[in-house]
């Protein structure tokens, strides 16, 4: 029972202490073996996404996740086919309550992180349950062979379980990489999975289609064309085909590459408040306010409120019994497989309505390509006109900005990075502003002048550099979300790194090295 003044969660603790868990180590973990966890941890994740759910019928599977799959880190029909999406979805409404203050829990007391824990563990499992039923009864259709041998019910429940062991198996490679390892499983396999797209879509050697010869990744298709056409042929369109033409064209790497150094340097530019201790005479330090200030959580909220309108309108297509948004063209409509087939298209990409102006722009194919010579892709826009296809553009673009600076603020404000809660982060650390009086409201008026404005900008650039890298298109379709969030997971990989290299380091080294 909760005593008096503590969150109702105590009454959970019974059971989220029975949890399974991963235990901490009883000592310090040394670097390479934090390394070996780390890497042997990947491996798995690799592995499980070539792991198919027995029992499943690929070819009836509608994929409901596809727009989602860069944040997810899954892989379609796999064990990994809700990726890490509960442990994402449970991390987010845990962190929002505490924020809004909707749960009292103070995360400097040790009781009260660990009930933290427990409750944020035990809402995983829920959502894993939560998110596998639905997608077996709606999406994930068992096969012929199964079903014909255990009966519908019984196949159904052997890939709902086949689900939940694999979703809850990532839960516990998280916290391996978390207490045994370097950093966060995550973040790390959201970076192994845009990692894998990139490399890919680079350097693919099998054919892009059946019966073509040209390969589908960047270099070899590249090779390929220049050493199978002449240069007459080169001019007459094999340039455009290496430059322009999909998959994965030459503009794409290069524009991956960009955003990926227009992202590293963005994450090293910051202002930097000086500060001083009040009463230790020459103790000094500074808080750094990052122009990314908000990380790439913005872009990451916004896509998937981008997602889940793709999902649902999805959902209403295929019941057309539901009154008012069943088949409603307005909200969004979508091709059958025939149709889909003949368009090039998957059978979740919408074609009219609302889902079809906030979908994601793949690439100067869904845009450039069909404008600049209708002759040859015309049939990439696939019966719209004109200036519908330039308003798809227009308003995926002004959705990512406005929407990324919106969740920007609304991230600021329930997180405490805001100018009050940091006001008195500073005030409690001792530390003052030189030349202003020790008081939060004078700090909060000194930060006002950053944070806001920060804020908005940090915001706006994620958000414009997300819908610019999908509008020039990445390689192996990883999206600008997912580049965005695997250049910041990588560069804060590497500070983990080198954070770890300057602990083990002798005393006096680590002086001389951190100057």
């Known amino acids: 029972m909760a005593e008096e003044g503590q969150s109702l969660l105590y009454r959970l603790k019974p059971l989220t202490d029975r949890l399974p868990a991963v235990t901490r180590p009883d000592k310090s973990v040394h670097f390479k073996q934090k390394m070996g966890w780390v890497i042997l941890i990947l491996c798995l ?7 198919f759910l027995y029992g499943l019928d690929q070819a009836e599977t509608v994929d409901m996740f596809a727009s989602l799959r860069v944040i997810l880190a899954g892989a379609q029909g796999s064990l990994m086919h809700l990726g890490i999406g509960p442990i994402v979805t449970g991390s987010i409404i845990m962190q929002l309550f505490v924020g809004a203050k909707i749960i009292k829990l103070d995360l400097s007391k040790e009781e009260d992180k660990a009930v933290y824990q427990g409750t944020q563990k035990f809402l995983v499992i829920t959502m894993i349950i939560v998110e596998s039923i639905p997608q077996v009864f709606g999406f994930l259709q068992p096969s012929a062979a199964l079903t014909g041998s255990v009966g519908m019910e019984w196949a159904r429940s052997i890939i709902i379980v086949q689900l939940i062991m694999g979703s809850y198996l990532v839960f516990l490679m998280d916290e391996v990489v978390s207490k045994w390892g370097i950093g966060s499983g995550i973040s790390l396999f959201i970076a192994a999975g845009v990692a894998q797209q990139i490399f890919v879509g680079t350097f693919n050697w099998l054919p892009a289609s059946a019966g073509s010869p040209i390969p589908a990744g960047t270099i070899p298709k590249t090779v390929y064309y220049l050493t199978h056409n002449s240069a007459s042929q080169m001019a007459q369109g094999g340039y455009e085909g290496i430059l322009l033409a999909n998959p994965n064209p030459m503009i794409a790497l290069v524009g991956t590459i960009v955003i990926f150094l227009i992202v590293a340097y963005a994450e090293s530019m910051r202002i930097e408040l000086p500060l001083a201790h ?5 103790a000094r330090g500074r808080y750094p306010i990052r122009l990314i200030y908000a990380s790439n959580i913005p872009v990451i909220l916004m896509a998937a409120v981008l997602a889940n309108v793709s999902m649902f309108s999805l959902l209403f297509w295929q019941n057309p019994d539901w009154p008012i948004v069943g ?9 059958t497989r025939d149709v889909a087939d003949t368009l090039g298209i998957s059978q979740t990409t919408a074609t009219s309505g609302i889902a079809y102006y906030l979908s994601t722009v793949m690439g100067v194919g869904d845009w450039l390509l069909p404008l600049m010579n209708p002759d040859s892709y015309g049939y990439l826009m696939r019966g719209h006109e004109y200036w519908q ?3 798809h553009v227009l308003v995926y673009v002004t959705a990512m900005v406005l929407g990324s600076i919106m969740f920007a603020k609304f991230w600021i404000e329930t997180t405490n990075m805001g100018p009050e809660a940091v006001a008195k982060q500073i005030e409690s650390s001792g530390m003052q502003i ?3 009086r020790r008081t939060p409201r004078t700090f909060k008026r000194v930060l006002e002048r950053y944070i806001p404005a920060v804020t908005v900008i940090s915001g706006a650039a994620v958000g414009g550099l997300a819908a610019g890298a999908d509008m020039i298109g990445t390689v192996g379709n990883a999206s600008g979300t997912g580049v965005l969030l695997a250049v910041g997971i990588m560069i804060q990989f590497y500070e983990a790194i080198a954070r770890e290299r300057l602990e083990e380091m002798p005393r006096l080294v680590r002086k001389v090295v951190k100057g």
Do not use: D, H, S
């Not at 994740?45 to 792991?51: D, G, K, S």
């Not at 009040?278 to 020459?282: E, H, L, N, S």
């Open 278 to 282: 009040a009463t230790v005479r020459g």
């Open 45 to 51: 994740y690799f592995v499980m996404t070539n792991v």
């Open 434 to 436: 030189p030349g202003f």
């Open 389 to 391: 296809v330039l308003v």
């Open 327 to 335: 088949q409603n063209w307005m909200i969004g409509a979508y091709p």
